[in-house]
Structures are given as C-alpha cells and as structure tokens.
Nanobody, 123 residues
Framework: QVQVVESGGGLVQPGGSLRLSCAASGLSSEDDAVGWFRQAPGKEREAVSAISLSEGTTYYADSVKGRFTISRDNAKSTVYLQMTSLKPEDTAVYYC????????????????WGPGTQVTVSS
C-alpha cells in the first residue's frame, strides 16, 4: 500500500527557513518521480520542485530557484524540500506527490498525493 505524507509546515517570518519532509512508502520502481506542489487561496495549484528517485535529477520552478532545495534519502523513503529566504508569496498548502509523470509539472501524472501541509510566511 502506497502512503505519501507531508510534514514540517508551519508559520515562519519573511526571510526565514523551513524544511518539509515527504515520507513516500510502498512505491513501485516505476513511480520514480516525487514532486512538491503548492496551492494558495484563490490560485491554481503549481509545481514547485521535483526529483527523480533513481537518478537524482531535479526540477525547480523559476519562482523558487536559488531559494529551495529538493533532496532524497532513498533509505528512508523520504524526500525533503529545504526552503530558505521565504517570502509571503510562498504561503500555501504544500503537497507531495509521487508517480511517473510525462513531465515534471504534469500534475495529473502523479498517482499518489499526500494530504498537504500548510506553510505560512508572515510577520
């Protein structure tokens, strides 16, 4: 049984940092991609970052390049999203997803989704 669960969200001041974790267990070898998406109130869900579990190749949205870092620990079946220099516009519910999408940002290609974790950046 596949389980995808996010953790690590919270309230942080602008300029601060947070590390999100995604525990993804039970994945088949075909479900090689793990992505982070976010959705702010009144906005569409957007892809933030993604990683190949086998190769370690990564994707970052332009809005987070240089500030966010995605990494994996295959032994722990966990993917991390280290977020630094956070801005109020980073406020959103962050979702972790796993699957074999045809492209990093193709959300419908991710079969398994976590319930989400709230990140709020505010002073």
């Amino acid at each position: 049984q596949v389980q995808v669960v996010e953790s690590g969200g919270g309230l942080v001041q602008p300029g601060g940092s947070l590390r999100l974790s995604c525990a993804a267990s039970g994945l088949s070898s075909e479900d090689d991609a793990v992505g982070w998406f976010r959705q702010a109130p009144g906005k569409e869900r957007e892809a933030v970052s993604a990683i190949s579990l086998s190769e370690g190749t990564t994707y970052y949205a332009d809005s987070v390049k240089g500030r966010f870092t995605i990494s994996r620990d295959n032994a722990k079946s966990t993917v991390y999203l280290q977020m630094t220099s956070l801005k109020p516009e980073d406020t959103a519910v962050y979702y972790c997803a796993a699957g074999n999408p045809p492209g990093w940002i193709i959300s419908r290609g991710y079969k398994y989704w976590g319930p989400g974790t709230q990140v709020t950046v505010s002073s």
